[in-house]
């Protein structure tokens, strides 16, 4: 997954693309290490519903209006 989000964000046609990062890897570090290579958002499986993440993409994209 971290190789992916360096791919993104190392392209300059894609970098400025939101990623959110859906993971059964709830620990601080991953959250971390995602979180300094430039994820909008970072959300562990067995902890939120499906409403829930996509009321926390609505709210990001309305921010970044």
Known sequence: ???????????????????FVLSNLGQDSDMEIAKQKGV?????????????????IHEYLKIKQ
Request: a positive charge.
């Open 1 to 19: 997954g971290f190789d992916v989000i360096d791919a993104i964000k190392g392209n300059n046609k894609t970098k400025d693309i939101p990623l």
């Open 40 to 56: 909008s958002g970072y959300f562990v499986k067995v902890n939120i519903s499906l409403a829930v993440i996509v009321e926390k």
